[in-house]
């Protein structure tokens, strides 16, 4: 089976960092990142990636509305966001706009790893 291509978009680098950890380590392929959502917009058709790790609150583009400009591009991507505590109402608007599903910061591997998996179905 080929490794899953995903692409990790978060503004803060460490916590880019964390995930590409995570994902590396369970045997996923980091193919790129982004650290904002107009420049994941770019990464998204540029890698065509599996799947999306997306930050909600981010500088000039959030989370939401690069996850609606990606669905709007494939309406088959598979995205999933992360959240820090507090942040419900902005998960259910990321989940209307496509989302598969979210995960919270601060990250657990294994919640991360069962999200990815679920969302690669």
Do not use: H, W
């Not at 995570?22 to 065509?48: P, W």
């Not at 109402?89 to 998996?117: C, H, L, N, S, T």
């Amino acid at each position: 089976m080929e490794l899953a291509k995903i692409l990790v978009v978060d503004d803060a680098a460490f916590m880019r960092m964390m995930i590409k950890d995570i994902l590396s380590k369970n045997g996923f392929e980091v193919v790129g990142e982004a650290a904002d959502g107009a420049q994941a917009v770019e990464k998204y058709q540029e890698l065509k990636p599996d799947l999306v790790t997306m930050d909600i609150t981010m500088p000039e583009v959030d989370g939401i509305e690069a996850l609606k400009r990606i669905r709007a591009i494939d309406a088959s991507a598979k995205v999933i966001v992360c959240s820090a505590m507090g942040q419900q109402a902005m998960v259910i608007d990321a989940i209307q706009a496509g989302a598969k599903d979210f995960i919270v910061k601060p990250f657990q591997a294994d919640r991360v790893i069962e999200a990815v998996k679920k969302a690669l179905g």
